[in-house]
């Protein structure tokens, strides 16, 4: 009789970076020009970030070596995968991984794409990198796909990078799972009310919903609106779960309840100020009731420093509706937000006020009064996971809640600004509208005559799908002529497509004859919307705006979007 067989040696045991962690992926996108649905994690700037989430105590100077390709490449021995689905009839279910290098030529057309085929059964995949074939020209770590044959499927997924030898890292410390219930997490839920403010308005528009008539909520902002991190992003987004809390709580008939979701992702509200007629207002078909604002961590970009948010907040207030009008102050995973810019605006206005950043933050740290960590909120370094989406929802409707107990007047508008208002009655025209506006404004394309339909895209409203960004636009292919643009204004905005593609270019503009700026559409390195306010004057007066290629560019690509007037 033979024996048994030895098993196989023992694989060695090694230190191991856990850069994903039971993370719930949802492939729900389908890939452009293939059969395949996808989900996309942006990881330029975020690995260090995001490796902490699940271990604090991994040192941060590792973190950042592993988001450079080369420095990853000499670091990771191996890479372990783990996909399961919660439906056993999708457990046989395949998926692909695939980590994408950023190339130092072109970053998003060249660099390895390191590809994993796993099975959904909750076992283990191992790959060696010695099995990648990768490329001289990687630089960064930039984008993590997964890729299903099937739409809609829900994965949940580790990835374990396994260290060469040398590298002794902690073990992350689990979580116990959030009790939604306790004391302690409605006690933080409590602390995000910053300030009730006048909720005039608001019973107004929650009393209508009792008498059963319609009512529209509007939610402006950046990404963390959009969804950004919810899983699936129409059904647990913070926005919809205020929505439904809403109109199953206050409505005589939910019917009537109807949502408004205008958030688009890496945008502040200088980009939200040229888009409220459309992505709000919906050019002039919708009246919101509420409208609520959150541009807290997205307002670094605003050129302003605050004054397009307050003008944001007077243009959205002063609608023939007389909506209300509540802040929502959002938070990043290092406990940063632009709420003492802001906040201010909201006192000066007696507008209503949620801090999820005051809720959230000071219970971070493991001990007393600990209620949800920082993994369990944050589904990256910026963006909210299901978990996180909810409280930001239970914040505002515990808002919502407690202004019932409130008896307000309308309130009185303040006469001056707090930073100002200036933009407050700016309106957008783009290129099918532009000849409606031809007593203020005027345009030569010059060589600006194609249409980009490579758009950034957000989901609207209930919509599990993206819609383009400003899809009648003016974009440049080839030639010397420039966009010249004649405009009778006392401010003036110019909106243009970012890009990662290397056959985009850089323009330079000069304003009445007098250089300006220069716009590099690479300079951020992915496809987003942009805005510059180029005139800013006290009166009306006619102004000349020339957009042209910048020497050698002659050749590239450059989108502008939109053009924003303010006039007296």
């Known amino acids: 009789m033979k024996g048994p067989v030895a098993p196989m040696d023992p694989t060695k045991r090694r230190a191991k970076i856990y850069f994903m962690l039971e993370d719930l992926c949802y492939a729900s996108h389908k890939e452009p020009g293939g059969e395949r649905y996808a989900e996309m994690i942006f990881l330029e700037n975020r690995v260090a970030q995001n490796l902490q989430l699940i271990c604090p105590e991994l040192p941060e100077e590792l973190g950042a070596r592993l988001q450079k390709s080369a420095d990853f490449k000499e670091i990771v021995h191996s890479i372990g995968i783990i996909a399961e689905c919660d439906d056993p009839a999708e457990r046989e279910t395949e998926v692909t991984c695939e980590l994408h290098h950023y190339a130092t030529t072109d970053r998003f057309k060249d660099g390895t794409r390191m590809v994993m085929d796993v099975c959904c059964d909750g076992a283990e995949r191992v790959f060696p990198m010695t099995e990648f074939a990768f490329r001289d020209n990687d630089d960064i770590l930039g984008t993590f796909f997964l890729f299903s044959q099937k739409p809609d499927l ?34 933080m839920i409590a602390r995000s009310m910053l300030s009730m403010g006048n909720t005039h308005r608001l019973r107004a528009a929650m009393e209508k919903a009792e008498r059963g008539e319609d009512v529209t909520l509007a ?4 990404s963390i609106t959009q969804g950004a991190g919810a899983k699936p992003i129409e059904s647990e987004s913070y926005v919809y779960r205020v929505f439904d809390h809403f109109r199953k709580t206050y409505a005589t008939d939910p019917e009537k309840v109807h949502l408004i979701k205008a958030g688009v992702g890496g945008t502040p509200s200088e980009f939200g100020l040229v888009r409220y007629e459309r992505d709000v207002l919906r050019n002039g078909t919708v009246s919101p009731d509420i409208v609520f604002i959150e541009f807290a961590v997205n307002d670094a970009g605003d050129e302003t420093e605050g004054v397009c948010f307050e003008s944001l907040v007077a243009k959205a207030f002063n609608q023939p509706s007389m909506p209300a009008v509540l802040l929502v102050f959002a938070v990043f995973m290092n406990d940063w937000n632009l709420q003492d810019r802001l906040a201010p605006i909201g006192l000066h206005y007696s507008l209503p006020m949620v801090s999820v950043k005051d809720a959230v933050s000071p219970q971070f740290p493991r001990g007393e009064g600990h209620v949800i960590s920082k993994r369990q909120y944050f589904y990256d370094c910026y963006h909210p996971t299901n978990e996180g989406h909810r409280v930001m929802a239970d914040c505002i409707d515990h808002l919502l809640e407690q202004s019932l107990a409130h008896v307000e007047v309308e309130p009185e508008w303040p006469k001056d600004g707090y930073l100002g208002r200036p933009y407050e009655h700016c309106f957008t025209v783009t290129r099918d509208t532009v000849g409606e506006f031809a007593d203020v404004i005027t345009v030569d394309e010059g060589d600006f005559t194609k249409t980009d339909t490579a758009l950034q895209y957000a989901e609207k409203d209930l919509d599990a799908f993206g819609t383009p960004q400003f899809p009648e636009n003016w974009m440049h292919e080839d030639g010397d002529r420039p966009f010249v643009i004649r405009a009778n204004c006392r401010s003036f905005f110019l909106t243009y497509k970012d890009s990662g593609d290397g056959d985009f270019g850089t323009v330079t503009v000069t304003v009445d004859g007098q250089p300006f700026k220069e716009i590099d559409s690479r300079a951020i390195g992915w496809n987003h919307c942009n805005t510059y306010l180029c005139v800013n004057e006290s009166v009306n007066a006619d102004h000349v705006i020339e957009i042209a290629m910048k020497d050698g560019h002659n050749a590239k690509k450059f989108t502008i979007l939109a053009l924003s007037l303010v006039r007296e």
């Open 154 to 187: 829900k994965v949940k997924l580790t990835v374990i990078f396994y260290l060469q030898d040398g590298y002794d890292v902690p073990e992350p410390q689990l979580d116990e799972p959030v009790d939604f219930e306790s004391d302690g997490y409605r006690e």
């Open 219 to 222: 939610f402006i902002g950046g």
